[in-house]
């Protein structure tokens, strides 16, 4: 996927996940039913604006015993695999357990190894530990908040994955914010921005007509038709 113009990634920043993937809609109707995660999130720190970035995927287990000679090589290689490359970009790595979450990859040890090592986030569906001591500034989106680590250890690193129905694979674009997440076509990054401004302008009739104090059935009726004329 080639590198998308930094002047587009500041868009994107400016909006929440909702509104990306509204506006992806309006691009392609396939995105009222993939592309995005499907299940509520822990979200490590809400304050945070949206992160957008490529993704750096892999894989990890935790409910198995593993020679620590491996865990430590497949540790070494994937933090490896973050190093070069595009940036920003975002760790997305899927548990494979029958338990995702079991033990917990992600807290206060591994957040500062990927912030000093340039990765803004994580999406999984995986669990997070250490809420308090996080990264500064190192968003988390998890399956659930877990206590041990147990076995944890990656096991694939740079290969398809998938987050509570959202699709990724190496270098995808990922939006995330304390909503979800969602992947935004290298294809469609050009077009988006006047997607996302006309999805606002069709939703602003509607809104401002909400808020007239003489909003009635017949205000909100010619609201919609009006909204459906906006191009």
């Known amino acids: 996927m080639k590198q998308i113009p930094e002047r587009l990634l500041n868009i994107f920043r400016r909006y929440d996940t909702p509104t990306i993937l509204n506006s992806l809609e309006l691009?392609?109707?396939?995105?009222?039913?993939?592309?995005?995660?499907?299940?509520?999130?822990?979200?490590?720190?809400?304050?945070?604006?949206p992160i957008v970035g490529y993704a750096r995927t892999a894989t990890l287990s935790s409910s198995s015993e593993v020679d620590p000679n491996i865990k430590r090589d497949r540790s070494l290689s994937y933090y490896e695999y973050l190093s070069p490359g595009t940036t920003p970009?975002?760790?997305?790595?899927q548990d494979v357990d029958e338990r995702p979450g079991f033990g917990a990859f992600w807290g206060e040890v591994n957040s500062n190894i990927h912030n000093a090592l340039g990765v803004i986030g994580v999406v999984t569906n995986g669990s997070v530990r250490d809420?308090?001591?996080?990264?500064?500034g190192f968003q988390v989106l998890a399956g659930k908040i877990g206590l041990a680590h147990a076995y944890v250890r990656i096991e694939e690193t740079g290969i398809p994955v998938n987050i509570f129905g959202m699709n990724v694979q190496h270098n995808d674009l990922i939006?995330?914010?304390r909503h979800g997440s969602v992947v935004i076509p290298a294809e469609l990054a050009a077009e988006l921005p006047t997607a996302i401004d006309?999805?606002?302008?069709?939703?602003?009739?509607?809104?401002?007509?909400?808020?007239?104090?003489?909003?009635?059935?017949?205000?909100?009726?010619?609201?919609?038709?009006?909204s459906t004329q906006i191009r």
């Open 27 to 49: 691009l392609d109707s396939t995105f009222r039913t993939s592309c995005f995660t499907t299940e509520q999130m822990i979200c490590a720190d809400t304050t945070l604006p």
């Open 89 to 93: 970009c975002i760790s997305v790595i």
């Open 131 to 136: 809420l308090d001591v996080l990264s500064a």
């Open 175 to 177: 939006h995330a914010d």
């Open 198 to 226: 006309l999805m606002i302008r069709k939703e602003k009739i509607i809104l401002d007509a909400s808020k007239r104090k003489d909003f009635n059935f017949e205000i909100l009726k010619e609201a919609i038709q009006d």
